[in-house]
């Protein structure tokens, strides 16, 4: 059992996510970023430092997975393209989106279908080299091709690799899930629906049901309820489905040419698409409304969340990313979020030109360093603030790692870092949750 665990607490982002459903927030340290000590101290600035000051309005740009763009903590918050009569199928301002008015999604067509699910950068290549590669010998290649193949040789042992460890660690997990959904069902059936673990030390003693209250007990002092194993589950079965499928063509939904960067005008304007917390989460932090009793305050007061769809589950596509880029810059932002990374960049330098347009208009591009652990200086992470083909980095960006509450881990051990590439670390980490048996 303890071996389960420890497989689940490997997926560290995962389990933080799952978590959350099985936890209630410690709110008193819910505004924590905002504070002294380890936050940022914007509660103060905003009562010593900018009470005279009249603010402007700022438009940022938060390339992501999408915005719940009607949260109750985002009420008049969202970016609206005044120039853009909504609903009418026609591109009233003639910048190549039609109803843009909050956005775009660069992950969705015109029928109003929405991608989810990607293979990752990876696979991606895998996929594209194995149709290229299969069959010939290396003897028979020329030099370019023999660079290419050498890729094609890492990235084919990385997913068969991940392919193979993904398959039996879902195994191992199954051999628990199966017989706890059982247990759980038929407690279930005892209790009307729900119980607590109160109720299940009660039938522990139960001729019937004991063996499978007592199964249930040691899962839920292990952190494994139902609903986080079901969750592992469904992230496991995604990887083999989606993200080192060889064989999965999501791209099938959006419909362009996703090599071609001057296809353009693809995707549709609903900016929430199908799973909107990790952007909605991104925007609360940005900017949810100070002061209102509602969940966490954001740091910046006077802003407008523009919504940019390009981030699946899965890697984001570079020709997405650029054009997201180009997007916010022509469309009024100042600021741009971006809160993704990937190992693998096949476009470098359509991105660069992308970022070089926001640093050429005056566009500050703000972008997470990544939760991997590693030295992005040395092991690659796309986008960056440098690329292998440019001398020096970006002057319009901010890499910016995750810290945390704590004094004696200041920086959040799954935080990338980097003495060359990362500029600041900032609030990422602050557990702000209370265990919970139900």
Known sequence: MKRIFSIILAGLIFVSTTAIGQTTVDKKVLNWYNGAKFGMSTDLAYKELLASKTSTTVIVGVIDSGVDIEHEDLKGKIWTNTDEIPGNKIDDDKNGYIDDVHGWNFLGNADGENLEH?????????????????????????????????????????????????????????????????????????????????????????????????????????????????????????????????????????????????????????????????????????????????????????????????????????????????????????????????????????????IRYAEEKGVLLVHAAGNDGKDIGEEDNYPSPQYPSMSTKFTNWIEVGASTRYKKALAASFSNYSDKLVDIYAPGFGNLLNSSSK
């Not at 589950?233 to 939904?253: C, F, P, S, T, W």
Request: aromatic share 8%.
């Open 118 to 354: 990607e293979q990752l950068e990876m696979t991606r290549l895998y996929s594209k080299y194995e149709a290229r590669f299969k069959g010939k010998s290396y003897t028979d290649l020329n030099d370019e091709e023999k660079k290419e193949y050498e890729l094609y040789k890492t990235v084919r042992e990385k997913v068969e690799a991940e392919r193979k460890d993904a398959t039996s660690t879902l195994e191992l997990i199954m051999s628990i899930y199966n017989p706890a959904s059982e247990a759980d069902t038929k407690i279930k059936k005892a209790t009307g629906g729900t119980y607590t673990d109160a109720d299940l030390k009660k039938l522990s003693k139960d001729p019937e049901l004991g063996k499978d209250a007592k199964y249930l007990i040691e899962l839920h002092k292990l952190g494994l309820t139902m609903a986080v194993l079901q969750d592992y589950v469904d992230y496991l079965n995604a990887q083999l489905e989606y993200h080192y499928n060889i064989d999965y063509n999501a791209r099938k939904i959006v419909g362009d040419d996703p090599d071609n960067f001057k296809d353009v005008g693809y995707g549709n304007s609903d900016v929430e698409g199908p799973d909107a917390m990790h952007g909605t989460h991104c925007s609360g932090i940005i900017g949810a409304i100070r002061g209102n009793g509602i969940g966490n305050d954001g740091v910046a007061d006077n802003i407008l969340i523009m919504s940019l769809r390009a981030v699946p589950d899965g890697d984001e596509r570079d020709k997405d990313i650029a054009l997201a880029i180009r997007y916010a810059v022509d469309n009024g932002a100042s600021v741009v979020n971006m809160s993704f990374g990937k190992s693998y960049s096949p476009y470098q330098e359509e991105v660069i030109a992308a």
